[in-house]
């Protein structure tokens, strides 16, 4: 039998939530003024999303101290700031390392859903 991890958002309440409930509470957050949110699964891994609100940085870790991967975007020139994390620090990305919100949502919801990135998501390893 396929077990399907579940995912739980880090300051939120400890109940599992679906894709759907992840979106729902990444656009909260965003209203909110909460630009950086971090997710984890019951299999340890830990799913990061940050925004400026137009773009965003998708990291995908494996365990504490991973460097991970995240999503890409490798048309893109120039870099975005804003991206304020929760302990006030703000971020300046290049815009290749992140992705327009639209597709940032579509990616964490396929993760939290599926447990891995879409087959037409464009990502790189960072480790």
Known sequence: MLVIESWVIN?????????????EALRSRIDGGQLETWLTSSSGRSLAFVTNTER???????????????????GAEGSSDGFVLSNGQGDEYP?????????????VEHIVGTGSWPADARWIVDR
């Open 95 to 107: 815009d290749g390392d992140t992705v327009p919100i639209h597709e940032a949502f579509r990616l």
């Open 11 to 23: 300051d939120d309440s400890p109940v599992a939530v679906s894709s759907a409930v992840a979106l």
């Open 56 to 74: 965003a940085m998708v990291m995908l870790l494996e365990e504490e101290g991973d460097p991970g991967e995240h999503a890409v975007d490798p």
